[in-house]
């Protein structure tokens, strides 16, 4: 019997043959059992089996981007495909063995999915900064007014060749261009399609200033953008454009809805509820909505969609309804879903199809079709069908802020709501409308607390920092923006068409107003942003493997979920801030100081980067200079500073200037210090102690952060350690948007190094 051979102990071998093959007979049999309880726990866990399919297929798309050349990615498919037909092939009455090879089939897919993706938006990238003059055609316009710029997409036409009289190569400009125009340099009449003669100054897509920062060159290579840069005047409309009717119309309805609002704040906001335009939202109102965890309501997303369905759905509902006729003879639900349906996607392509609508219009069609059979239409198997769709039409999404944001939020708000103990707590029955209130409150409250918990790490992990108080904020925010706002702004525009809309924008703008005012508040709150350095990619990882077990299980081994993300948490928390960040092109440098502030190597450093270097060292506060710290020293082309970590005193020099530094005075401040930075290419003679960080090396490497060993309870120990040293670009890196830059780059340091060794070769 099976539950004989679990439990009792084996009595078939002899006394005297007690021994190796008893343990082992021993072992066997507890396999077996193991094994047993497994399917018994899979046979339970039945239902929820398929929500792990779009999770294992996230995982190979991971991993694919976690994983750096192409033969990893092959080991990776050989290695999932082999277990898939091993599992195939030892368990065919097995639920065990079918879903460990359903799980592995499906990473393998991921990742040869995100590679074919990959491959198929192949394009060209520019390699290096140029300035050209062209003709190019108008793909897409986004103003932004609270910035004085317009950013355009351009598909180059032609190179135009300069009128300087010198014979120069033309160069070669990539299918598609990011510009920054300014406002007073915009020509009139631009407009999608208008074919525009300008130059610019173009760049690679930029790639992290410092390791954890944002990705752009990643997004830029799926999006197909090949160069970004500014335009400057004069530009020219060569050819009238034909704009499209959903552009134009989005443009309109952008500045009618600006100007009603009362422009400002409160327009702007007014204008992204409706049109997912933030340009015209002013810069500290934006940051004000980010420190208070309201951010989400100005991305057209879920919210935004549901409300806009769920209004169309009631109005086709009532009309439709007074008619007896009508209402006797079609099933109005079904007509107000289709309704709802074309309403979803009629907005979708008006506020211009990006990934986080098209997500939340997919989700919706989702809803609508499990209503229309008549099935529950908010369960996790919607969500994970909706997850599925995504993945498979954009992969790369999967690496950005908005699809684990968004689906994160969503599958917290369902599991938390389908636990039984909480269905038992919020269950309608009878009792005072004072209770029933307070139980609703509370139940509000709880699920805003969970939301906020799920989205603490991914805030973390993406932005270095957020919200503390986000949960209380959205709790008074998201039903004032769903409930007040967006249905006083949509009768505003309704009535307009009329000639009536006055009073219903003067409520928007009184209820705008209130948003931000809540926003204000709690961004102002001491300690409402939560910073955190850049956190390790494997304690991110333990910490969504943890929360997806946690979520998507029934039975209560779910709880062994906490054990991943407790570590994961620790594990982030525990990692200490970089003491050193130096970007990519080696200008800026930022040093912590004993005060555990963030130190600018240079007094003039642009505010983006002074941000950047301020999130990547788990700080909120304005970085400080080190030419007014104590431990400092420091001239107009050289700064010495200072750094003393578990015992041990880093002494850094870095160049701060253009100018050439006496070549003498140069090399003994370089044999006096640790570590080495600089812009420029330093003479060999220039030899640190530790490390020198020059051109060469930040073409190989890419930004830099430096963690020196910390204090521990053995001196000796940290005395002795090597600084932790994490890069931005690593040599074996083939990811398509990182290894043409890699190949330009060692190009030109190794003809850089033949100039230097035989000039003679090069004097023409």
């Not at 351009?154 to 920054?180: F, K, Q």
């Not at 990643?218 to 020219?236: E, K």
């Not at 699920?447 to 790490?457: F, I, K, N, R, S």
């Not at 080190?626 to 107009?636: I, N």
Request: hydrophobic share 50%; with cysteine; proline share 7%.
């Amino acid at each position: 019997m099976a539950g004989s051979a679990c439990s009792a102990p084996s009595t078939r071998f002899p006394a005297l043959q007690i021994g190796v093959r008893w343990r082992l007979s021993q072992f066997f049999i507890a396999g077996r059992c193991l094994a047993r309880a497994f399917e018994r726990w899979l046979e339970a866990e039945r239902d929820q089996l398929p929500l792990w399919l779009p999770v294992m297929l996230g995982g190979g798309i991971a991993a694919w981007f976690f994983l750096r050349d192409s033969a990893d990615w092959q080991i990776a498919i050989l290695i999932s495909l082999t277990i898939a037909l091993g599992c195939a092939a030892a368990g065919r009455h097995g639920r065990a063995a079918r879903s460990i090879g359903v799980a592995a089939l499906t990473v393998a897919v991921g990742i040869g999915l995100i590679w074919w993706r990959s491959d198929r938006v192949t394009h060209a990238v520019l390699l290096r900064p140029t300035i050209a003059t062209f003709v190019a055609r108008v793909e897409r316009i986004e103003p932004l007014p609270a910035r004085e710029l317009v950013r355009l997409r351009l598909a180059p036409l032609a190179v135009v060749p300069r009128d300087d009289g010198r014979d120069r190569p033309l160069p070669a400009l990539p299918r598609h261009l990011r510009i920054n125009l300014a406002t007073a340099d915009v020509p009139v009449g631009l407009a999608s399609g208008a074919v525009l003669r300008l130059s610019a100054r173009l760049m690679p897509p930029p790639e992290p200033a410092v390791p954890g920062a944002y990705d752009y060159a990643r997004t830029a290579w799926f999006d197909g953008i090949g160069a970004t840069g500014r335009g400057f005047a004069p530009v020219t409309v060569v050819e009238p454009g034909r704009p499209w009717i959903l552009p134009g119309l989005r443009a309109r309805l952008s500045d009618h809805i600006q100007t009603q609002a009362g422009g400002g704040g409160a327009g702007g906001i007014a204008a992204a509820l409706a049109t997912g335009d933030q340009g015209s939202i002013p810069l500290e109102d934006t940051e004000a909505m980010r420190r208070s965890g309201l951010a989400h309501l100005l991305s057209v997303s879920g919210l935004h969609i549901t409300a806009a369905v769920a209004a169309t759905m009631i109005l086709v509902t009532r009309l439709l309804a007074l008619s007896p006729w009508l209402a006797l003879r079609w099933r109005l639900p079904l007509v107000a879903g289709a309704a709802g349906a074309l309403v979803a996607i009629g907005y979708t392509m008006l506020t211009g199809a990006e990934v986080p609508t098209i997500r939340s219009c997919v989700a919706a069609l989702c809803v609508l079709l499990a209503l229309a059979l008549g099935r529950e239409a908010l369960t996790l198997r919607l969500v994970a069908a909706g997850a599925l769709v995504v993945l498979v039409l954009y992969p790369e999404s999967l690496a950005g802020p908005s699809f684990q944001l968004s689906f994160a939020a969503v599958v917290s708000i369902i599991a938390w709501n389908d636990h039984p103990g909480i269905r038992a707590l919020v269950a309608p029955r009878e009792e005072p409308r004072r209770t029933r209130v307070a139980r609703s409150v509370g139940s509000l409250l709880m699920t805003g607390l969970v939301v906020e918990a799920a989205l603490l790490p991914i805030s973390l992990y993406h932005f270095q920092k957020a919200g503390v108080h986000g949960a209380v904020a959205n709790i008074c925010a998201i039903p004032l923006t769903t409930f007040v706002v967006m249905p006083l702004e949509a009768a505003a525009l309704l009535f307009d068409t009329m000639g009536l809309g006055a009073p219903f924008w003067w409520a928007t703008r009184l209820s705008l107003d209130l948003l931000l005012w809540i926003a204000r508040t709690t961004a102002a709150i001491p300690g409402s942003v939560a910073p955190l350095p850049a956190m390790p990619d494997g304690a991110y990882a333990a910490m969504a493997i943890g929360g997806l077990w946690i979520a998507l299980w029934r039975t209560r081994w779910r709880r062994l979920g906490i054990v991943p993300f407790v570590i994961g948490a620790g594990w982030a928390i525990s990692t200490p801030a970089p003491d050193l960040l130096v970007t990519g092109d080696g200008r800026h440098v930022a040093i912590r100081t004993q005060g555990g502030e963030v130190a600018l190597l240079r007094d003039r450093t642009g505010d983006y980067t002074a941000d950047i270097l301020a999130q990547g060292g788990g700080v909120t506060g304005l970085p400080v200079l080190w030419s007014d710290q104590r431990d400092a020293r420091c001239s107009r082309d050289l700064c010495m500073a200072v750094r003393t970590v578990g015992g041990r005193r880093w002494t850094v020099l870095g160049t701060r200037s253009a100018y050439t530094v006496p070549l003498e005075d140069l090399v003994r401040a370089c044999a006096a210090a640790d570590i080495v930075i600089s812009d420029r290419w330093l003479p060999r003679r220039c030899s640190p102690r530790w490390l020198r960080l020059d051109r060469t090396t930040f073409r190989r490497t890419g930004g830099v952060a430096i963690t020196f060993p910390p204090s521990t309870v053995w001196p000796t120990i940290a005395a002795r350690a090597s600084p932790a040293v994490l890069t931005v670009r690593h040599p074996e890196d083939s990811h398509p948007w990182i290894a043409p830059l890699v190949m330009e780059r060692e190009t030109r340091v190794r003809r850089h190094r033949s100039r230097r060794a035989h000039p003679e070769k090069h004097q023409s």
